[in-house]
T-cell receptor
Framework: GAVVSQHPSWVICKSGTSVKIECRSL??????MFWYRQFPKQSLMLMAT?????????EQGVEKDKFLINHASLTLSTLTVTSAHPEDSSFYIC??????????????FGEGSRLTVL | GQNIDQPTEMTATEGAIVQINCTYQ??????LFWYQQHAGEAPTFLSY??LDGLEEKGRFSSFLSRSKGYSYLLLKELQMKDSASYLC??????????WGAGTKLIIKP
């Protein structure tokens, strides 16, 4: 199956710094990538939908200026958490569809990135 | 509003069968998905139902009734490695996935 790689898996940073998380589709072209956040014992919450070459579509309540998403190529999307604060500590997961799945909507998930802000 | 309901936690015995239910109320319907998520890992795709009925895939089966807004995931011959959270998600009329909170399945020897 299609492979999505996410990096880094773990990151610890100081409050006020910025952190970039990369999401790559290794063996397919991902026209659309999704970014989720998951707090402990809670469900996935969609943050934004990222389409290659255009601005990301953010879900209600997600700050665009804080969570910068760039999808510059068909195989790479990045999420930058700017001026991170402890409340941003969470598990961030990306997913992508290869388009070939059509309406079956099979999403291929990255491994996730656990962010801890001190 | 849109709502996905599934039990918070279930316990079953190794080798047994367990059924995890999911009910939904969404703006439109374009399919229902089940994902498995082990602790600290990303979800993995299990099944997709868009028509009523049962879809079987090895030890896992998924059922859908659109008129009742209801689905279940059936796991047979349970193994310890099946201990995980099982997420139900519905794609609404805007092709957005609405996620349930997940059911934590605990398998006991």
């Amino acid at each position: 199956g299609a492979v999505v790689s996410q990096h880094p898996s773990w990151v610890i940073c100081k409050s006020g710094t910025s952190v970039k998380i990369e999401c790559r589709s290794l063996d397919f072209q991902a026209t659309t990538m999704f970014w989720y956040r998951q707090f402990p014992k809670q469900s996935l919450m969609l943050m934004a939908t990222s389409n290659e070459g255009s601005k990301a579509t953010y879900e209600q309540g997600v700050e665009k200026d804080k969570f910068l998403i760039n999808h510059a190529s068909l195989t790479l999307s990045t999420l930058t958490v700017t001026s991170a604060h402890p409340e941003d500590s969470s598990f961030y997961i990306c997913s992508a569809t290869d388009g070939a799945s059509g309406d079956t909507g099979e999403l291929f998930f990255g491994e996730g990135s656990r962010l801890t802000v001190l | 509003g849109q709502n996905i309901d599934q039990p918070t936690e279930m316990t079953a015995t190794e080798g047994a069968i367990v059924q995890i239910n999911c009910t939904y109320q969404t703006s439109g319907f374009n399919g229902l998905f089940w994902y498995q998520q082990h602790a600290g890992e990303a979800p993995t795709f299990l099944s997709y139902n868009v028509l009523d009925g049962l879809e079987e895939k090895g030890r896992f089966s998924s059922f859908l009734s659109r008129s009742k807004g209801y689905s279940y995931l059936l796991l047979k011959e349970l193994q310890m490695k099946d201990s995980a959270s099982y997420l139900c998600a519905v794609m609404d009329s805007n092709y957005q996935l609405i996620w349930g909170a997940g059911t934590k399945l605990i398998i006991k020897p």
